[in-house]
């Protein structure tokens, strides 16, 4: 709330910047006389045109550098675009951005490519006003990959949806829709696929966004949905808003509890109230979405499932008695249905076998105990772990708190909530799993 009176500043200067710089850039549209492209070509510079794209640029044609591939790829991704939005592809075959890829930035302006006089901010790797946009050139093919559809995605919905949502929507949006992987195996050239979580490191090189996320949480920074929403547009000078921004919007729209009160309100307007009407619609529980993004958080990883992760926090039965609970391979956390009090001992016993994944051709059996052939997190994959939710004291992010693993144990109960179990497995490697655990809790 406090970032309001600041973030409507903002949304005052950005309309001015993006009025003036419709009139005073290009007004003769991306190939008339006097346009981008006839600027470029009188400034040398390379023009390269797919059907949803103009992009100019300095960068000088080097073998295997991807860079010829941007419009066409930029083409697939507007397609991605309009589904996420349900525009008509056919409606808006004309439209068209025009993209200027900068490695020295005085040639562009000199070509009046590059407005001057603060009509373009001095922008760090990318600026977008209505369908013109700016980006610095990136040594890494897929992060300037990124880059390009990022601010893409900006044009699209600056354009095609009147786009002035505050900051965490609108930036958070972009990274969403531009995370990507690159079919190389495609038959007519590398193909765009849409990955709204990164499956490999490989596949979004220096993007580092889960990791950084993974850092603040190791630190107990990381933030609450609350937290997000508030950001104020300066924090996107920094990486972590970038990545707290897009995680936001992955979760919302991922996560099956809380994806159909996102859609609903990005079919309504993209304005400033875009938060507010968010959080207001009847489908929408804040304090579950605050607890399930924190959760999410607490085991973001490539590929997270958010189907198979998601959390039923049922409070269950208190423990007076011995309960047994199942507990399936294929998921995340699982709730074993009982509840203990705080400082409350428990004794659990885990028995039953399970298929963790596949290697070298064979399926990879654990019990309890797990397989010391592969590893997540510290501790063997396949490993029965129990834990709690904890809320801690210093006001830092929630989480589960492993308090037993393996094939039997106890421990006592870290506060007064349900019990939970889960095998031990990155959250991106669920699916190939199968089987499942029986475990008998004794109080
Ligand atoms: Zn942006």
Known sequence: MQARPRLRVWLSALALVLALVSALVWPAGPAGAGSPVELARRAGLRVLEGRHLTLLTDRPARDGDGVPDLPGLFDEAFAAWCRHYHVDPAAHADWRAVGCLIVDRERFRAAGLLPVDGVVPDFENGFCAADRFWLVDQSNPDYRRHLLLHEGVHAFTLTLRSAAAPPWYTEGIAELLAMHRLDRAAARGARFVPTPIPERPGDVEQLGRIETLRALSAAGRAPGLEDVFALPPAAHRELSAYAASWAAAAFLAGHPTHRTAFAAAERGPLDRDFTNRLTGTPEWDGPRASRDFAAFLDDLDYGYDFDRMAVDWAPGRPLAEPHTATVAADRGWQNAGSMLAAGQACSFRATGRT????????????????????WHRGR????????????????????????????????????????????????????????????????
Request: glycine residues 16%; aromatic residues 4%; charged residues 20%.
């Open 355 to 374: 298929t963790v994944g596949r290697a070298a051709g064979r399926d990879l059996e654990s019990g309890p105990d797990g397989i010391t052939l592969r």
């Open 380 to 443: 063997p994959v396949g490993r029965l772990l129990v834990a709690q939710w904890v809320e801690p004291a210093d006001g830092s992010l929630p989480s589960f708190r492993v308090l037993g693993e393996g094939a039997a144990g106890r421990f006592t109960a870290a506060a007064a909530g349900p019990l939970y179990c889960k095998l031990n497995e990155s959250p991106g490697e669920l699916a190939d799993n199968a089987g499942g655990l029986t475990v008998s809790l004794t109080p």
